[in-house]
């Protein structure tokens, strides 16, 4: 059924290039090694990672940066606004965690803990330690392969 | 003392336990990254089964195989491969003979939409070799006349797909320097903005090649310089594309008859621009543009190819070609619609010679309409049943005929987590080339449209890390126009097949294979001829080196030659942004090589044909920075 279904779909309308199922599994794990609740409030202004996260249950889409666990940040403007929002926000003492999906974000923001990017063809994932210890997040074993000590 | 033993054996198992779990959690990362991998690419997006056949090149593959030209991936695909005419023009129907372009049957896409070089025809002939830096993936759809996509009739349909600004934002730089001084740069950019992202991508090449030995003090030249713009910018909904190419090629043996021109030169200028928008969830509306200059200039000490009278050319052409679709789709309960209308109009807008502005020839115009209907109907929530038409007009100016084509399509589906099969019973037609008709009217004005009738059946095994297909072909021509006897009265058959077997060891190793076999009846002037070919490809990464090593073999009945053309690249990726790449091509000097005809005019009699590899022996270095 799966199958036919994604036939009919992919020569249909507008497409998303995300892959639902994959794409929550991964993510699931990537926020689930950030914040340890069991609903995670994310913040995303991303069409199709809304829409993706939109389907899961762990997930709470949150339509403000001030109330997010985490922020998935997918492009520069987005990522300039939401560094505006978290100065003000530093002031207060709350600070969600930022994650981007473009390794050329990583330069603009301390506050950046990771990206899941693409590199020629293939997915990468990354932590940088020195950004995980601001927040005092020690990641489980597994990660270890997939993080530097800093840019 | 058992108390501490029991202890002793309980922290060891523990901490085995520990690791153990920690190994199966890092392989579980790897496992969903590698699963993400492939159920994310961008191809997954644009792949369209019951468009038939795919040979898939993804993005990671590209990469992987240092792909730099569409040339370098059309040279190991099965079928169909990449060959030269002898204007040293992408031609992979080429007999080598003097003839026009042959491959019109063969139809270039990009993000979709048709790149068409109008009267000079598919748009092959300047992008058969275009530089890839743009392309995402590529996918090659064999045999069965693609509806939704194709104005005119084709065999073969190739889609490049450009990439996306959410994978591929920022800048990149790519510098190439090889043997001979061939060398090539390409700069490329991209952004995602919140409402719409773009792209752009510049690259020129200058292709020094090897020379072929022609018996004179002047070997035959096909170097060329290249300088081609591709752009786009897109929204949701709407996208426009501007592509510019300008191509100044050295023409190999161009119009001379003995293959010993004294000039050969063929300058081409391409504009191709294209408007696509999403009007409601079930329509789509395409507009493009095509424009295309050549200059040609021609000169041999005897007369040349053409004209009888004169042993010199200096011509301009200029030409346009308009094309507009509107498409429906809509699901209406298991059926799927997809209908549609396309025109196109080709004209010749001028002609120079020597200078001069001529008088246009009599047949300078060429209006296509096409109409089609596809309708997949979901048998059960395993297989697909799927009926297409597709009727073409093409209407033509100077006295030369019209042409009434008509395509029928009926595909069956099956698929499940690990086994698919497809097949298809099709009747398609395309015509003789009206150029054809127009320089030789009276050999072929009694010459139909070509029929094609075939079946193809299509069978494929996944499993984890490893996947095996089986294609198989039986096609028979009525009204063959590649039998080059025209009195010939028998219909052309095909038979071929195709063996894929891909393995993954792990995300870092993995080995391609592919082999075919095709036999054919009564063409080229050959009662029978067996081809096959094997692609052999091993992908490797240790540390921060990546590894391609590839072998394309050929052989056939003419001679039963063996032609090998290994590929071989290592690829340092020095850090994030840099990348240092070392390639070989056709490091054996081996490959396939095909024959290039030549006759002596004074006497009329056929001399020694040229044997001519279109794959340069070539040592690269590249180096690639992202920014």
């Known amino acids: ?151 | 003392m058992l108390y501490f033993f029991k202890r002793k054996i309980i922290k060891r198992g523990l901490i085995f336990s520990s690791l153990f779990l920690n190994i199966l959690h890092a392989q579980n990362v790897e496992s969903m990254l590698q699963e993400y991998n492939k159920k994310n690419a961008l191809s997954q997006k644009t792949i369209d089964e019951n468009k038939g056949h795919l040979v898939l090149f993804t993005r990671e593959k590209l990469e992987k195989m240092h792909a730099k030209t569409l040339k370098d991936v059309f040279k190991t695909t099965p079928l169909i491969y990449y060959h030269e005419n002898r204007y040293a023009l992408p031609d992979p129907l080429t007999s080598g003979s003097i003839e026009p372009y042959r491959s019109n049957y063969i139809r270039l896409y990009v993000d979709g939409v048709e790149v068409t070089q109008g009267w000079a025809g598919s748009g092959l002939l300047l992008y058969g070799d275009v530089n890839i830096d743009f392309v995402d993936h590529i996918e090659f759809y064999y045999m069965i006349p693609s509806f939704e996509s194709s104005v005119e009739p084709a065999f073969l349909t190739i889609f490049l797909y450009s990439k996306d600004p959410k994978r591929d934002s920022g800048g990149k730089v790519d510098l190439i320097g090889g043997s001979r001084g061939y060398h090539v740069e390409s700069f490329n950019y991209g952004e995602q903005k919140e409402d719409f992202s773009y792209m752009v991508n510049i690259s020129h090449t200058d292709g020094k090649r090897e020379k072929i030995e022609n018996g004179t003090q002047m070997p035959l030249s096909r170097d060329f310089e290249s300088l081609q713009l591709f752009s786009y910018i897109k929204s949701d909904d709407q996208i426009f594309h501007l592509q510019v190419m300008k191509k100044d090629t050295d023409s190999l043996a161009g119009a001379s008859w003995d293959a010993t021109p004294l000039a050969s030169r063929i300058d081409f200028l391409n504009l191709h621009m294209d408007y696509g928008i999403d009007l409601t969830e079930n329509w789509h509306a395409m507009l493009s543009y095509d424009w295309l200059k050549t200059t040609m200039r021609e000169e041999d000490e005897l007369p040349l190819i053409g004209s009888p009278a004169s042993n010199r050319l200096d011509a301009r052409t200029e030409n346009s070609t308009f094309t507009g679709e509107l498409t429906y789709k809509n699901t209406v309960g298991e059926h799927h619609i997809n209908l549609g209308i396309k025109g196109r109009d080709k004209k010749l807008d001028s002609v120079r010679l020597d200078g001069h502005k001529v008088p246009s020839p009599a047949f300078d115009s060429e209006k296509i309409a096409s109409l089609f209907f596809q309708d997949q109907y979901a048998l059960t929530p395993q297989q697909l049943l799927s009926f297409g038409i597709s009727y073409n007009y093409i209407n033509r100016n100077g006295g030369i005929s019209d042409d009434s084509l008509l395509q029928l399509r009926l595909g069956y589906i099956y698929t499940s987590d690990e086994w698919s099969y497809k097949a298809y019973l099709y009747r398609t037609q395309v015509a003789i080339e009206p150029l054809m008709r127009y320089f030789y009217p009276h050999t072929t004005e009694d010459i139909k449209a070509q029929t094609t009738l075939g079946v193809t059946q299509e069978i494929s095994y996944t499993r984890e890390n490893q996947q095996v297909r089986l294609i198989l072909q039986l096609m028979q021509d009525e009204n063959s126009l590649l039998q080059n006897t025209l009195e010939s009265q028998n219909d052309t058959k095909y038979f071929t097949t195709v063996l894929n077997y891909n393995y993954e060891f792990d995300k870092d190793n993995k080995v391609d294979i592919q082999l075919y076999y095709a036999r054919y009846e009564d063409i080229f002037n050959f009662d029978r001829l067996d081809d096959i070919s094997g692609y052999f490809s091993f992908f490797n990464t240790y540390g921060d080196f990546d590894f391609y090593n590839g072998v394309v073999w050929h052989r056939n009945s003419v001679d039963w030659d063996n032609y090998f053309d290994w590929t071989s690249s290592i690829a340092w990726n020095v850090n994030e942004a840099l990348t240092v790449t070392l390639k070989g091509d056709n490091l054996l000097n081996k490959a396939k090589k095909t024959d290039l005809y030549r006759f002596d005019i004074t006497t009329m009699q056929p001399m020694e044909p040229l044997s001519i590899s279109p794959i340069d022996q070539r040592i690269t270095i590249e180096l690639e920075y992202m920014f």
Do not use: C
């Open chain 1, 1 to 151: 059924m799966k199958k036919i279904f994604i036939l009919l779909i992919l020569v249909y309308g507008h497409l998303f290039a995300l892959e639902k199922e994959s794409t929550l599994k991964i993510y699931h794990q990537i926020f689930s090694s950030l914040v340890s609740k069991p609903t995670i409030s994310v913040y995303t202004n991303d069409k199709e990672y809304k829409n993706v996260f939109s389907q899961s249950n762990k997930i709470n889409l949150v339509n403000e940066v001030s109330v997010a666990d985490i922020v998935l940040i997918t492009n520069r403007p987005t990522l300039f606004n939401v560094m505006k929002d978290l100065q003000w926000m530093q002031q207060e003492g709350e600070k969600p965690i930022l994650f981007v999906t473009d390794y050329r974000l990583l330069k603009y923001s301390l506050d950046i803990v990771g990206a899941f990017y693409w590199r020629k063809g293939r997915s990468q994932l990354l932590f940088i330690k020195k950004r995980l210890d601001q927040y005092h997040i020690s990641l489980p074993q597994e990660y270890h392969a997939f993080m530097v000590d800093e840019l």
